[in-house]
Nanobody
Framework: QVQLVESGGGLVQAGGSQRLSCAAS????????VGWFRQAPGKEREFVAG????????YYTDSVKGRFTISRDNAKNTVALQMNSLKPEDTAVYYC??????????????WGQGTQVTVSS
């Protein structure tokens, strides 16, 4: 199986930017669809963005379109989430997930432990 580790979280002012990274090991990352999810206190985990295994297809939840960009570098076994124009409501623990088979943006088999993003007003 693939192991995932998120990094890049921290405290940022509203309107600022943050770049998250998901690093994979254990299996070849290039064959996996990867998605970013987030979970705020008291809320269920929600889908944020996803990218196909070759990077040619991406999908974003409406609330982050135009602000967040997902990308991948298969040579480095990493997937990034560039977050711009951050809002306090973006505050959450961000998780990356990976799935080798299937086309759904919402079902993933492997998960990282998450990285905290806090956006202050």
């Amino acid at each position: 199986q693939v192991q995932l580790v998120e990094s890049g979280g921290g405290l940022v002012q509203a309107g600022g930017s943050q770049r998250l990274s998901c690093a994979a090991s254990g299996r070849t990352f290039s064959n996996y669809r990867v998605g970013w999810f987030r979970q705020a206190p008291g809320k269920e985990r929600e889908f944020v963005a996803g990218i196909s295994w070759r990077g040619g297809n991406t999908y974003y939840t409406d609330s982050v379109k135009g602000r967040f960009t997902i990308s991948r570098d298969n040579a480095k076994n990493t997937v990034a989430l560039q977050m711009n124009s951050l809002k306090p409501e973006d505050t959450a623990v961000y998780y990356c997930g990976a799935k080798e088979y299937g086309s759904s943006w919402f079902n993933y088999d492997y998960w990282g432990q998450g990285t905290q993003v806090t956006v202050s007003s």
